[in-house]
């Protein structure tokens, strides 16, 4: 069986883990060429994983590459024109998140799938994780009967680097974007989208939120309370509350947790562990995967317009705490 040869753009920290996590799958895959940004760290990252192809620029990289397909892992304000430039060549993409920095942008790599016929995903990698799909499962399957609130943070102290992206404004920085997206989307999938959104967030100096604490409702009277900081941790678990019980998944929730507790208020407490092997990306790659080879432009599981409705509640929670990527609106 011949592998599925992957072009990656951004050889960073999350690329590192991507390429790791491909050895996981039972079907061959090979890092067949990298993009990066600074000569050295790009090598490096060739060395490491056996990538036979290095490129410095976007145009050679998509002229000159052997690639199925493009795993996009830059800071995310350049998601958009590399996504864009993929589609266009007909390339499929796995998009790390977010998607993009706005709506807008978001709209337009979806046309662009649509025009070009060509599969695109966010790689919002915790939806396929065996941990989110079980609490889905419990849900469906009226254990905690309706839910009534969730409460989920993300919140990781940065190194306090002003040269760091997560500070960065030309970078897409801000505690939202890289990890107030969690929670949010675990509140999106487990309720859609909010009737309304109220949201306060401390600026940092250069004009991104460290922290932001947001607050959901929902016409039928549910609500998601919801935290990112980039200025503390946190270890709460992400818990799900219904009228039957309450669903914690213990910490780290977004990651592999130490198990999830499903609390029934009649017949009392089971623990289920969670175990995989590698970090989880695997799951998702499986998906993108599987939808290439059945020539889907989209996966059911994180369709387009969970990505598009996602970034649009994102879009609002920014602009009530003021967060501005002047570069790009
Ligand atoms: N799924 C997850 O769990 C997860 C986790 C972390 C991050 N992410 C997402 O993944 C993205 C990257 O995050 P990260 O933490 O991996 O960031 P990172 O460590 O800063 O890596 C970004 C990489 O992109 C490179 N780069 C910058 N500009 C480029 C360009 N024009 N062309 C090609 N490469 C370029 C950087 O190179 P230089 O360092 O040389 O500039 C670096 O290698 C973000 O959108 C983030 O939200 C996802």
């Given at each position: 069986?011949?592998?599925?040869?992957?072009g990656?753009i951004?050889?960073?920290?999350?690329?590192?883990?991507?390429?790791?996590?491909?050895?996981?799958?039972?079907?061959?895959?090979?890092?067949?060429?990298?993009?990066?940004?600074?000569?050295?760290?790009?090598?490096?990252?060739?060395?490491?994983?056996?990538?036979?192809?290095?490129?410095?620029?976007l145009?050679?990289?998509l002229?000159?590459?052997?690639?199925?397909i493009v795993?996009v892992?830059?800071?995310?304000?350049?998601?958009?024109?590399q996504v864009l430039a993929c589609l266009q060549r007909k390339i499929p993409v796995?998009c790390?998140?977010?998607?993009?920095?706005?709506?807008?942008?978001?709209?337009?790599?979806?046309?662009a799938?649509?025009?070009?016929?060509t599969?695109l995903?966010?790689?919002?990698?915790?939806?396929?994780?065996?941990?989110?799909?079980?609490?889905?499962?419990?849900?469906?399957?009226?254990?905690?009967?309706?839910?009534?609130?969730?409460?989920?943070?993300?919140?990781?102290?940065?190194?306090?680097?002003?040269?760091?992206?997560?500070?960065?404004?030309?970078?897409?920085?801000?505690?939202?974007?890289?990890?107030?997206?969690?929670?949010?989307?675990?509140?999106?999938?487990?309720?859609?989208?909010?009737?309304?959104?109220?949201?306060?967030?401390?600026?940092?100096?250069?004009?991104?939120?460290?922290?932001?604490?947001?607050?959901?409702?929902?016409?039928?009277?549910?609500?998601?309370?919801?935290?990112?900081?980039?200025?503390?941790?946190?270890?709460?678990?992400?818990?799900?509350?219904?009228?039957?019980?309450?669903?914690?998944?213990?910490?780290?929730?977004?990651?592999?947790?130490?198990?999830?507790?499903?609390?029934?208020?009649?017949?009392?407490?089971?623990?289920?562990?969670?175990?995989?092997?590698?970090?989880?990306?695997?799951?998702?790659?499986?998906?993108?995967?599987?939808?290439?080879?059945?020539?889907?432009?989209?996966?059911?599981?994180?369709?387009?317009?969970?990505?598009?409705?996602?970034?649009?509640?994102?879009?609002?929670?920014?602009?009530?705490?003021?967060?501005?990527?002047?570069?790009?609106?």
């Amino acid at each position: 069986m011949k592998p599925t040869k992957w072009g990656i753009i951004g050889p960073g920290k999350i690329a590192q883990v991507f390429a790791h996590d491909l050895k996981q799958l039972n079907s061959p895959q090979k890092v067949q060429a990298v993009l990066g940004h600074t000569k050295k760290t790009t090598e490096c990252f060739a060395t490491e994983f056996d990538v036979p192809q290095v490129f410095m620029e976007l145009d050679e990289f998509l002229d000159k590459a052997d690639i199925d397909i493009v795993y996009v892992a830059t800071p995310h304000t350049l998601h958009y024109e590399q996504v864009l430039a993929c589609l266009q060549r007909k390339i499929p993409v796995l998009c790390e998140k977010p998607m993009t920095i706005n709506a807008d942008q978001c709209s337009a790599l979806i046309a662009a799938s649509q025009t070009y016929r060509t599969f695109l995903m966010e790689g919002m990698w915790i939806r396929f994780l065996p941990s989110i799909r079980q609490v889905m499962e419990l849900v469906k399957n009226g254990r905690i009967g309706k839910i009534t609130s969730i409460k989920a943070a993300m919140c990781y102290k940065a190194p306090q680097d002003s040269d760091s992206r997560y500070f960065d404004p030309s970078l897409g920085g801000g505690s939202l974007l890289d990890l107030g997206i969690y929670p949010i989307f675990l509140s999106m999938l487990l309720l859609g989208k909010p009737d309304t959104v109220k949201a306060v967030g401390t600026l940092s100096g250069e004009g991104v939120d460290e922290d932001c604490s947001i607050l959901f409702h929902y016409k039928e009277g549910q609500r998601a309370i919801l935290e990112s900081s980039l200025t503390s941790d946190t270890e709460q678990p992400a818990e799900i509350t219904g009228e039957k019980g309450m669903i914690r998944i213990f910490n780290p929730w977004f990651e592999r947790p130490a198990g999830i507790e499903l609390h029934l208020y009649d017949e009392g407490r089971v623990v289920y562990p969670c175990n995989w092997p590698g970090h989880g990306l695997q799951f998702e790659t499986q998906e993108v995967l599987d939808c290439i080879e059945n020539k889907k432009i989209e996966s059911e599981w994180h369709p387009h317009q969970f990505s598009l409705n996602l970034i649009t509640v994102l879009d609002e929670i920014r602009s009530q705490v003021r967060v501005t990527y002047e570069l790009y609106e």
